[in-house]
């Protein structure tokens, strides 16, 4: 468009350098111009060609009319661009055309960086946010166990010094031991017992039975040092240390208790009695040959096994650990009393009771060191009658 009488006031201010100018030109041949840069440069000339204020305002509006239709043939031409999406916001969506009155619409998937993404809606319970404080959940329960530095000391020093003292007792031989007399009949033994002293004796059992109870000491040793590792608590490990000390002192200190005060014969005292039988200056003057009952070996290995078999229940009941560790102890206690038989030390009674006495102690001590918030409720006897009838019945509950 040509004006007559109307000279440009554009002045060009500066020096451009020629190879700038045939660079640009070059440029310009390269690469066509885009409508968007032709509607600028068109607005930009014609801004500084009309002098009155309303020809500028025309032009200005048919340049931001060229952009926007510039940009949307971009965009038609790269469908797979997508505008940035709009921030989220609390308020819920308007209804659509056709919803019923008040139902919530359900918003569908959005085209992120050209993917398709599941949006829920505004009214579903995943939206909802609250600034009230909400409780934790609550950490699953744990059995935990405490120990009394001064009490359970005592207890241990107290239990080994006494077995220590009746010990040495029995070293002196001043304890006379009970005499067999040579008319004993063996059938007055329990029919259990009589194999004992009809048997030949195996002269390794009585290692073997020495190798089972170093085994069940080392486990008392080791078993604490895990016990620090899995719960991640030193602590931990060292009140299952005490409770094994504990444990076995006591037994200690009961079982030489109870052999004084029986002293029963061992049975290689009746086989040794049967072979002097003849001999009319025959004195048994071993103060060990007379202390049968109960097993020493058997006691502190059940004790340790029930100890172990209780800590295992209580720290993993949801496991296989507590169950084997139950069926180890068993056979391990099993095989010390066997041998302990074969070795001529002990009656199968001997065995049996230092079983039953190493078991109970077993779980009684560690039973009395739980924590009071998590301790098992006592056993419960009750007596109600029935509700029918004239009949009555005895119930008894607890847990373990």
Avoid at 10 to 19: A, K, N, P, S, Y
Avoid at 307 to 333: D, E, G, K, N, V
Avoid at 362 to 383: A, N, T, Y
Wanted: a positive charge; hydrophobic letters at 45%; one cysteine or more.
């Amino acid at each position: 468009m040509a004006l007559a009488g109307v000279r440009p006031r554009v002045q060009l201010r500066g020096r451009v350098h020629r190879g700038a100018r045939r660079l640009s030109s070059e440029r310009a041949v390269r690469r066509p111009l885009s409508p968007t840069r032709a509607s600028a440069w068109v607005a930009v000339v014609a801004c500084s060609l009309m002098r009155s204020a309303r020809s500028r305002v025309v032009l200005t509006v048919l340049m931001l009319t060229g952009a926007t239709v510039s940009a949307r043939r971009a965009l038609a031409q790269d469908p797979g661009r997508a505008p940035s999406p709009a921030r989220p916001t609390d308020a819920a969506p308007a209804p659509a055309l056709g919803a019923g009155d008040g139902a919530p619409l359900a918003e569908g998937p959005r085209l992120t960086r050209g993917r398709e993404v599941a949006v829920a809606p505004a009214a579903s319970l995943d939206r909802r946010s609250s600034l009230e404080p909400k409780l934790a959940a609550p950490p699953p329960p744990k059995t935990t166990f405490e120990s009394d530095p001064i009490v359970d000391g005592a207890v241990i020093g107290v239990s080994l010094g006494f077995a220590g003292i009746l010990d040495l007792i029995d070293s002196t031989g001043e304890v006379r031991p009970q005499q067999i007399a040579p008319d004993f009949d063996r059938s007055d033994l329990l029919g259990i017992d009589r194999g004992a002293v009809a048997q030949t004796i195996d002269p390794n059992a009585s290692s073997y039975s020495n190798i089972g109870l170093f085994t069940a000491g080392a486990f008392a040793v080791l078993d604490p040092i895990l016990t620090g590792f899995r719960e991640e608590s030193v602590q931990s490990g060292l009140v299952d240390g005490i409770l094994y000390a504990e444990a076995v002192s006591v037994t200690f200190g009961l079982t030489n208790l109870a052999k004084l005060a029986v002293r029963r014969p061992r049975p290689n005292a009746y086989l040794d009695a049967e072979a002097h039988k003849n001999d009319a200056n025959y004195l048994n003057t071993q103060t060990d040959s007379a202390l049968s009952f109960f097993s020493g070996h058997a006691s502190i290995t059940a004790t340790i096994g029930a100890t172990a078999t209780y800590l295992a229940f209580a720290r993993a009941p949801r496991s296989a650990r507590p169950w084997a560790t139950l069926f180890i102890a068993s056979a391990l206690t099993t095989f010390v009393s066997i041998e302990r038989v074969r070795a001529g030390k002990h009656f199968p009674t001997d065995v049996i009771a230092g079983s039953i006495a190493g078991a109970g102690v077993g779980v009684m001590v560690p039973h009395l060191h739980r924590s009071e918030d998590i301790k098992q409720r006592q056993v419960w006897i009750g007596f109600s009658p029935f509700e029918r009838g004239g009949g009555s019945i005895v119930h008894v509950s607890g847990v373990f």
